[in-house]
């Protein structure tokens, strides 16, 4: 009787072991196809997010960038002013103190090649940018500037009742130099009309300007090949 037991609950363990297996593996499946299911809709999920950002992105403008930077560099200068209005402290100071040597000549540099010439706003500021440039072009003889001294003596830093007024004479190389730069100005001056000179003899061939332009292109182009027959409707004698 023992025997027979024992064999029927071997049977029986057997049994569940061949039903437990096959229960198992499905379970993983099931648990990986889950695993594989949430991974898929996580990735749908950043991927659209993705698609957002990056339709955003496309609809701001070109230099939304710059313009961030710059937002973030004034909302950092208002912050630190109000830091050092707070301390009691000097900005500027506190600002040229964080500044680096090689900072500082970097924007030296960038203010030398920088133009201050932004065209013409007056006849007041052209004079001025006139005057600048021709002060900077000025190379003091320090050996003219002595003998001239010493043969003006007392004079040389004339009074009101001096009489020295009107007497100064000029070299010649002074002269040459006043003249090479008028002759610059003047050409330089030449260049700044853009407008072609009118020729009153040419011959009237067009009806507007637009047709004058056109009509000079087509003569640089086709001009040798026509020669012949505009005379010939000139003369009268065309076929």
């Not at 900005?91 to 964080?98: G, I, N, Q």
Request: charged share 40%.
């Amino acid at each position: 009787m023992a025997s027979s037991s024992q064999e029927s609950a071997a049977v029986t363990e057997a049994e569940e072991r061949t039903e437990t297996l096959p229960s198992q593996k499905r379970e993983d499946r099931l648990r990986k196809f889950r695993e594989l299911h949430f991974k898929r809709n996580e990735a749908r999920k950043l991927n659209h997010q993705e698609v957002v950002e990056e339709d955003k992105r496309l609809k701001l403008p070109s230099n939304w960038e710059a313009k961030k930077a710059r937002l973030e560099w004034e909302l950092a200068v208002d912050q630190m002013k109000k830091d050092c209005a707070a301390r009691g402290e000097d900005y500027d100071r506190v600002k040229l103190l964080e500044i680096t040597a090689d900072d500082a000549e970097r924007w030296e540099r960038k203010k030398k090649k920088k133009n201050p010439d932004t065209g013409f706003a007056g006849y007041a500021e052209a004079q001025l940018r006139q005057y600048q440039r021709l002060t900077k072009q000025i190379r003091p003889d320090l050996e003219s500037y002595e003998r001239q001294r010493e043969e003006c003596g007392e004079d040389f830093h004339p009074t009101s009742n001096s009489l020295i007024y009107g007497t100064h004479v000029p070299t010649k190389d002074g002269i040459d130099r006043m003249a090479e730069d008028v002759e610059k100005q003047i050409e330089k001056r030449a260049k700044y009309s853009r407008r072609r000179a009118y020729n009153d003899d040419a011959d009237i061939d067009y009806i507007n300007e637009r047709n004058a332009k056109f009509n000079k292109k087509a003569e640089r182009f086709y001009g040798k090949y026509t020669a012949e027959i505009k005379q010939n409707l000139e003369r009268g004698t065309a076929v």
